[in-house]
């Protein structure tokens, strides 16, 4: 017989001991007990839900409502690009003021800052534009400045890269040229289409056609990108 108090985590190892029973055909929950569970089971899942809209709501209050719909007044004033990887989204910034927000695809290993060449990995850190693609083979792309100083010399620390490779990187970064895209730290980071479902890139950060043909359009050559964690 069932006691008419027990704590909630006895009921859910209680549960799970009965699921594992009934599955396997060893025994049979009691409707009483079917009854109490289901009960307990529903109140947890309401009590997460609420969580989860009050923390979603919560959020809401700090963001900005983005109106994508609204033209942009182009060219952009001191335009900026901030990649946040956690929240899957890219924010395009003109004057101060958040004027396009979009969700992306990152690299298919995303956690954590690019290493080396074909980890999977997308970088974080500050860049820029470096390239503008027309002819991408994912609809349209902005190269950026991957790997910047601090890599170059996490790289030159690590023995991943020479000294002359270092000086390379170092000299194209400061004449806000792109750096060399063939060393041992990867190179070729894009700003691109085909898609944002899914962590489906080599490193790259991902948009659907429509959005990449607006920002491509939208920001000039030594836009900075801010791609945060």
Known sequence: MIRAAFSLHGL?????????????????????????????????????????DAKGRASSLHEPVIDNSRPLKLPLVNPKIVVRKGARRLTLYAGGEA?????????????GDKARQGDGRTPEGTFYVCVKNERSLFHLSLGLSYPNEEDAARGLRDKLITRR??????????????????????????????GA?????????????????????????????????
């Open 99 to 111: 004027v396009r927000e979009f969700p992306i695809a990152l690299g298919f290993n995303p956690e």
């Open 165 to 194: 490779q270092y000086e390379r990187i170092v000299n194209a970064i400061r004449n806000q040229r792109r750096p060399p895209w063939d060393t041992r730290l990867g190179g070729e980071i894009f700003i691109h289409g085909n």
């Open 197 to 229: 479902t899914g962590d489906w890139t080599w490193g790259c950060v991902a948009l659907e056609n429509k959005e990449i043909k607006e920002l491509f359009d939208a920001v000039p050559m030594g836009t900075t990108v801010r791609i945060e964690p």
């Open 12 to 52: 859910g190892v209680l549960a799970l001991a009965i699921f594992f029973c009934a599955s396997l055909g060893a025994c049979r929950k009691p409707d009483a007990e079917s009854r109490a569970v289901e009960v307990v089971t529903r109140a947890r899942a309401s009590t997460l839900s609420d969580m989860r």
